[in-house]
């Protein structure tokens, strides 16, 4: 799967808040569903906030190299 660096940002911004929010909890089972939909909420607005800005988007849409995309993975 070829992936790009707006989808690596996003995603990686969203683990962060995810982790704050489960140490916020203290909670470190599986997040309640209003937690998910605030988080697949921001994803949206993240996504949206990246794409306002056309030299950031343009950046982080280009494809990530194999070799980096498997290291980031291995996260």
Do not use: C, H, N
């Not at 280009?62 to 993975?73: G, Y």
Request: glycine share 4%; charged share 35%.
């Amino acid at each position: 799967m070829v992936r790009t660096y707006r989808e690596i940002a996003i995603e990686e911004m969203l683990g962060t808040v995810e982790e704050a929010m489960s140490q916020v909890l203290d909670w470190w089972g599986d997040l309640p569903p209003p937690m998910k939909e605030a988080i697949e909420q921001f994803r949206t607005q993240l996504g949206a906030a990246i794409d306002s800005v056309e030299f950031v988007k343009k950046a982080l849409e280009r494809r990530v190299p194999e070799s980096t995309d498997k290291a980031t993975e291995q996260r």
